[in-house]
């Protein structure tokens, strides 16, 4: 018996108010199998407690009658607690024949049933749908409801323990309409769907264009194609009661969901379910949901370039060299470009070398500047002379300059002098000016008094101009005053007036007489001084 109980017994306390005593009604969370053992071999209290409990052990299948149970649940409501954690009115339900149990505690208007009916009318349902349907509707309208939603709701789900039957959504289906609240019957609407998918797709399709519109039916489409595609989540009950959930991959079906495709004909469903498989099929066999999307037609070219960067983004993080493989030989590597940084940071974790072969193939521009920048930041921690002198030897350019000042970045966090010194080693003012960002950003957060004693040693050039700048931003509210006069120094004008303005609109907020005071001594033209003011005036004004 304790096996067929820890089976179907819902893992929850429900309390029973009649006559002012609480029973325990399933296992407490913390409770050991030991201690159950000893509950359950208490002496009994009641007249059937013992022949009841001897029966239901030696034969787990047999179920207690009602008169049995009526005996106990008389005795319980007497106010003589049973002992062992099955003692409750719902433990001596669970023992009942499902049909015979709801209909019993249907009888007992005086005792807190409402959770317990629904957990015994949804233990029918899986047994016969259309038995304990058609028996909720001859319940009062508010049991109904409970109850309708109760059952309905949880179609096709891996629900409780790894033997519960699903109920049927083809019986489900046919009492859809006794749902009144509307938000409940979307939701049924999607359960059910996806119930029906799960044996026949093409009939699910069919059913929602049926049943729902708008806004919903495209969510529930999509949802159909998800749990196609994807490895599903198969529930299992453990022997203390623990409910845990595991993979399923069986219990996915990629090719129903390509097959289902054909049936759609919205361009923008289409791409929805093609994102859906190739989010999900990536999972399971990326290789095989490749060679699928590759194949798409040309008419769902967009979706299928977005299938492809999702599904080898997927592979890359367990077998980054079978992307580079794939991606190189696909025929169109420029459409998986997209891709190309994900798998270099991957690549570059187990395969140094072998990452930078694959970035060097690449096509100049931002995937490859990211990509190598990717390599060079997981290369730089361990050995960043290597990357630095990696990165300073590349030809001059853009790609260069993004992969040198990421390392300056990354080196900001573990010696910011070091990597204030490589900042010289760039060509070109503008590169310059932003590694002298990159740096400052990272060494005002970690040091902000480090960092302003280097600003003040640069001399009047764009290094300077840029790490002011940061500096500008991470201090403004914490000193407005001194931040003013940093940006009063920049050199360049534009710059200059930028950050003036910058910083007095945030000063204002809080001190508006400083900030407007400070303006008068602004390194700016007076027209430009005019506007900034009439601007903060503004401001004010519609603050208030």
């Known amino acids: 018996m304790k096996k067929f109980i820890l089976f179907v017994l819902w893992p929850t306390i429900f309390s029973i108010t009649a006559i002012g005593a609480s029973f325990y009604l399933g296992l407490t969370q913390g409770q050991k199998l030991d201690e159950a053992e000893a509950q359950l071999s208490a002496p009994p209290k009641s007249p059937q407690w013992g022949a009841t409990r001897a029966r239901a052990n030696a034969a787990p299948t047999e179920y207690l009658s009602v008169e049995d149970a009526g005996a106990e649940i008389e005795y319980i409501l007497e106010g003589h607690p049973l002992p062992g954690p099955n003692g409750g009115i719902f433990g001596i339900l669970l023992q009942m024949k499902p049909d015979e149990a709801v209909k019993l505690l249907a009888d007992w208007p005086d005792i807190n049933r409402g959770n ?139 090719s129903a969901a390509v097959a289902l495709l054909a049936k759609l004909g919205d361009p923008s469903l289409r791409t929805a379910a093609i994102g859906q ?97 990717n390599i060079l930041v997981n290369i730089a921690p361990q050995d960043f002379s290597t990357a630095w002198n990696f990165a300073a030897n590349l030809p001059e350019g853009t790609s260069r ?43 005002v957060a970690q040091d902000p008094q480090a960092a302003t004693e280097w600003m003040q040693t640069l001399p009047m050039d764009p290094i300077r101009n840029g790490a002011v700048a940061e500096l500008i931003i991470a201090q403004v509210d914490k000193n407005p005053a001194a931040t003013f006069q940093w940006a009063n120094t920049i050199t360049t004008d534009t710059n200059r007036t930028n950050a003036i ?44």
């Open 277 to 373: 498989i190739a989010t999900g099929w990536a999972q399971l066999d990326p290789e095989a949901a490749a060679q699928w999307a590759v194949n798409l037609p040309a008419t769902d070219s967009a979706a299928r370039a977005s299938a492809l960067n999702t599904i080898v983004a997927g592979w890359t993080v367990n077998d980054p060299a079978s992307a580079v493989a794939f991606m190189e030989k696909s025929g169109d590597p420029a459409m998986l470009l997209p891709s190309a940084p994900g798998i270099a940071d991957a690549l570059s974790k187990i395969d140094t070398q072998g990452a930078l072969n694959f970035v060097q193939k690449l096509p100049d521009g931002v995937a490859k500047d990211q990509a190598l920048n």
């Open 116 to 254: 317990m009916l629904q957990q015994l009318a949804l233990r029918w349902a899986r047994q016969d749908a259309k038995a304990a349907l058609e028996w909720v509707g001859t319940l009062s309208p508010e049991d109904a409801q409970r109850l309708y939603t109760g059952i309905l709701l949880p179609i096709g789900a891996e629900f409780g323990a790894p033997f519960a039957r699903p109920i049927d959504p083809r019986v489900a289906a046919q009492y859809l309409d006794k749902l009144t609240n509307p938000s409940v019957r979307d939701r049924a609407v999607n359960v059910i769907a996806t119930g029906l998918a799960r044996t026949d797709p093409e009939g699910a399709l069919s059913w929602l264009g049926q049943n729902a519109t708008g806004d919903t039916y495209t969510r529930d489409v999509t949802n159909l194609f998800t749990m196609l595609a994807s490895p599903q989540l198969r529930s299992m009950t453990m022997d203390d009661g623990t409910l845990i959930s595991m993979p399923s991959n069986n219990m996915s079906n990629p």
């Open 501 to 544: 303005q910058y910083v007095v609109a945030n000063w204002a907020k809080t001190d508006l007489a400083a900030a407007l005071n400070a303006l008068q001594s602004a390194n700016i033209t007076d027209e430009q001084r005019a506007a900034m003011t009439q601007m903060i005036n503004q401001a004010q004004a519609k603050a208030k």
């Open 401 to 443: 300059d993004a992969a040198m000042i990421s390392l300056i970045s990354a080196q900001a966090n573990q010696d910011p002098t070091q990597a204030a010194d490589l900042i010289y080693e760039l060509s070109g003012d503008i590169a310059q000016q932003n590694a002298a960002r990159a740096l400052a950003k990272s060494w």
